[in-house]
């Protein structure tokens, strides 16, 4: 069995707003370079199960990444993840974010099914843990940046 990807880090802001920022807000902080085309318009997460995620370009070309399987805001969200890939080839990714206070909170990620994809699921793995580390220092600085906005407003 291919061990899932675990990742956890710490973000200064609510549990809520960790949640909002990962899941409404992504086409804020999703590097263009993590994409289908590479020149996404617009990334979108639909907030609900079923709910599609899903890149737009600037001539209206959807391209489908994966689906909604869990939605439990603001402490828990899941999803298959096939970005660039047939759906039948979906990993899942399992997202929690753990309040520690008021403005702390800790998200563990767990990317699994690596043994659905056979052979392939190795390098598959691989690819998305160097893909992770290239996208979670854009949430954890659209964090930054959208909590340096807040308190500039009060």
């Not at 902080?29 to 907030?47: M, R």
């Not at 039948?88 to 099914?113: C, K, N, P």
């Not at 994809?117 to 998305?128: C, I, S």
Request: hydrophobic share 40%; with cysteine; net charge negative.
């Amino acid at each position: 069995m291919t061990e899932p990807l675990r990742m956890s880090f710490d973000v200064d802001c609510s549990a809520e707003h960790a949640f909002s920022v990962w899941t409404a807000k992504i086409g804020t902080w999703w590097p263009p370079d993590h994409t289908v085309t590479g020149h996404a318009e617009a990334v979108v997460l639909q907030g609900d199960v079923g709910g599609r995620i899903y890149e737009r370009t600037a001539d209206g070309a959807e391209h489908d990444w994966g689906e909604v399987t869990v939605w439990q805001p603001p402490t828990r969200l899941s999803y298959l993840w096939h970005l660039g890939l047939d759906r039948s080839d979906a990993t899942e990714v399992d997202i929690r974010f753990i309040a520690q206070g008021q403005a702390a909170t800790r998200v563990e990620i767990e990317h699994r099914g690596w043994e659905r994809l056979a052979d392939a699921g190795e390098q598959r793995r691989d690819r998305n843990r160097a893909g992770w580390q290239g996208v979670l220092p854009h949430f954890m600085a659209a964090i930054r940046e959208m909590a340096a906005i807040k308190e500039g407003e009060l």
